[in-house]
């Protein structure tokens, strides 16, 4: 063979040995486009979270405010209208669901209880036994004062369903 030939031969089958600097690219280009993929995904799923946090509290939070209001009117104003109750009772209807166990039987039983009993004793007032009428003034005022102490105890019940943490 001549020896030009030769030589060439000799360059091209190094050539083909070497791989071709694509190959490389392609080789590192693939993992990064998975990588990036993944931080992606991992971004929309932490969005996705906080966005149902976000849609929790807002819910949450209209519960807790219909309960302040109510325990507001009552302490402020010495009575509750039926619709200031009708409210609070529609206002904590889904209560069960968006807090645990525990708020939701404070609110529908423990809470509910003594507002009824609120009522009562107001009802009560006009009554023309007077030793009948002096009971409930005074049951009444207890009443009055667990109702206020019940801000401190919503928020500790409430607390932990309202905070945002990311």
Same mark, same amino acid.
């Given at each position: 063979? &001549?020896?030009? &030939?030769?030589?060439?031969?000799?360059?091209?089958?190094?050539?083909?040995?070497?791989? &071709?600097?694509?190959?490389?690219?392609?080789?590192?280009?693939?993992?990064?486009?998975?990588? +990036?993929?993944?931080?992606?995904?991992?971004?929309?799923? #932490?969005?996705?979270?906080?966005?149902?946090?976000?849609?929790?509290? /807002?819910?949450? +939070?209209? +519960?807790?405010?219909?309960?302040?209001?109510?325990?507001? +009117?009552?302490?402020?104003?010495?009575?509750?209208? #039926? /619709?200031?109750?009708?409210?609070?009772?529609?206002? =904590?209807?889904?209560?069960?669901?968006?807090?645990?166990?525990?708020?939701?039987?404070?609110?529908?039983?423990?809470?509910?209880?003594? =507002?009824?009993?609120?009522?009562?004793?107001?009802?009560?007032?006009?009554?023309?036994?007077?030793?009948?009428?002096?009971?409930?003034?005074?049951?009444?005022?207890?009443? =009055?004062?667990?109702?206020?102490?019940?801000?401190?105890?919503?928020?500790?019940?409430?607390?932990?369903?309202?905070?945002?943490?990311?």
């Amino acid at each position: 063979m &001549h020896p030009a &030939h030769q030589l060439i031969a000799q360059q091209i089958s190094s050539a083909a040995s070497t791989p &071709h600097w694509t190959v490389y690219i392609t080789a590192v280009v693939v993992p990064v486009v998975a990588l +990036i993929a993944a931080w992606i995904a991992f971004r929309q799923s #932490q969005i996705a979270r906080n966005k149902l946090k976000l849609d929790l509290y /807002d819910k949450r +939070i209209a +519960i807790y405010d219909v309960v302040r209001k109510t325990l507001g +009117i009552a302490t402020s104003h010495g009575k509750l209208t #039926q /619709d200031d109750e009708v409210e609070y009772l529609s206002g =904590i209807r889904t209560a069960q669901w968006l807090f645990g166990p525990e708020v939701a039987e404070y609110l529908t039983k423990t809470l509910w209880h003594k =507002i009824v009993d609120f009522s009562l004793h107001n009802a009560m007032l006009s009554s023309t036994d007077r030793e009948e009428r002096s009971k409930h003034i005074h049951a009444r005022a207890e009443t =009055i004062k667990w109702l206020v102490e019940q801000y401190d105890e919503l928020d500790k019940l409430c607390g932990p369903y309202l905070r945002l943490k990311h």
